[in-house]
């Protein structure tokens, strides 16, 4: 494969116009009309959980009796420790190799340095592969992706997703991971899928090095007290949506430490657990394995605040950027960012029992609209099967 950059349409090619027409007609609550009592009666823990955390927090937890969402296979306790930026790259040089010794592999590349640090690490040939959402004014990291892919001379694939392909795919995915998806799993597994087209069987991904390096700034910018965190972080408040309730504090209460929340510990411990589910199921759906390198590191000692509250987040990673990259600038942070405001303008909100009466929908995000719709069309897939 030619060093080039080569954009791949998976799903429809539309126009703007016809995007913003194809969403409106293809959200709909048609199919969750029922209003009478559900046919089953789901956990309210695994509801609230999900809207919380974006994932079910109890390994042992069922949405129904017998049907249990899948755990994260990654096993979180065997990390090597690390302290300097010099031995986070030669424990990250360590597991890539491994990788490619291993099975033919490609990489997730998006805009940030988590993923570019993996490039510069892998052998040149290496297929690289980076996700465009098509919709109105998306955020776009495959120019930086592509700067990246160039400088280590790396194949480079843009796969573009649409909402036909979220649409089309949502269920199939729900199905492997027998909970609701995470915003981000579609894309990421049409992702895989085109890796997999081209015989990649392993693909790496930069998943973990915000969680476990510093990388969640903003969360990080200060002390929390409890009720405080609880209302950062929750993802959707469930009081105002769920007809029945399952308070999630217990699970933010195990962080406290005195006054305020150890968020770093959350993060690891919480927050962390879910992305890997997401990204997991995401990768083995389209038939490959999943390699997450800085997911199996772990920082030796306290992270420190202080370098990340004064503008320095992930400062290990920074520093090993900067030496694998001389004369690049660094990379500003971008998130995987969906477009779900533009996807999601049109639905309505749920109607299942499990939901309050009366929910507008036009006050939640785009993001929060994906997740309460993903679980009511989660729990219509579960009764019809």
């Not at 109890?58 to 031995?87: C, I, L, Q, Y």
């Not at 903003?218 to 209302?231: A, G, K, N």
């Not at 199996?296 to 950027?321: H, M, N, Q, T, W």
Request: net charge negative; hydrophobic share 40%.
């Amino acid at each position: 494969m030619q060093e080039t950059d080569e954009t791949l349409v998976v799903g429809h090619r539309n126009s703007r116009s016809e995007d913003e027409g194809a969403t409106r007609d293809m959200i709909s609550n048609e199919p969750n009309v029922n209003t009478a009592k559900a046919q089953i009666d789901f956990d309210p823990f695994c509801l609230n959980s999900f809207l919380t955390f974006r994932y079910v927090v109890d390994a042992n937890a069922e949405w129904k009796p017998g049907f249990r969402p899948r755990w994260p296979t990654a096993e979180a306790d065997n990390d090597v420790d690390v302290t300097t930026s010099g031995e986070l790259l030669e424990a990250l040089r360590v597991l890539v190799n491994r990788a490619v010794e291993r099975q033919p592999v490609g990489l997730l590349l998006g805009g940030g340095i988590d993923s570019a640090i993996l490039a510069a690490l892998l052998p040149r040939g290496t297929p690289a592969y980076t996700v465009r959402f098509q919709a109105e004014q998306p955020v776009d990291e495959s120019p930086s992706a592509a700067r990246y892919a160039k400088r280590c001379g790396l194949p480079h694939r843009v796969v573009t997703v649409t909402w036909e392909d979220y649409e089309e795919r949502v269920d199939w995915l729900m199905r492997q991971k027998r909970s609701p998806l995470h915003p981000a799993e579609v894309a990421l597994a049409l992702a895989a899928c085109v890796a997999k087209a081209d015989g990649v069987e392993a693909l790496l991904v930069g998943n973990g090095a915000d969680t476990r390096f510093g990388g969640l700034d903003r969360l990080l910018s200060r002390d929390w007290t409890l009720e405080e965190f609880v209302q950062r972080y929750t993802f959707v408040e469930p009081s105002p949506v769920l007809a029945e309730l399952h308070s999630m504090r217990d699970v933010f209460e195990e962080y406290v430490r005195g006054q305020t929340v150890d968020v770093s510990a959350f993060l690891r411990q919480v927050h962390d657990p879910g992305l890997r589910q997401a990204f997991e199921n995401a990768v083995q759906a389209a038939g490959c394995v999943y390699v997450a390198p800085y997911e199996s590191l772990a920082l030796a000692g306290p992270l420190d605040l202080v370098r990340v509250r004064r503008g320095e987040p992930k400062y290990l990673l920074r520093e090993i950027f900067t030496q694998l990259f001389p004369g690049l600038p660094l990379a500003k942070k971008v998130a995987f960012a969906r477009p779900m405001d533009s996807w999601m303008q049109f639905w309505t909100g749920p109607t299942r029992p499990e939901f309050k009466r009366g929910i507008i929908a036009g006050s939640f995000s785009g993001e929060q609209k994906w997740l309460l719709y993903c679980l009511e069309r989660f729990m219509t897939m579960v009764e019809s099967e």
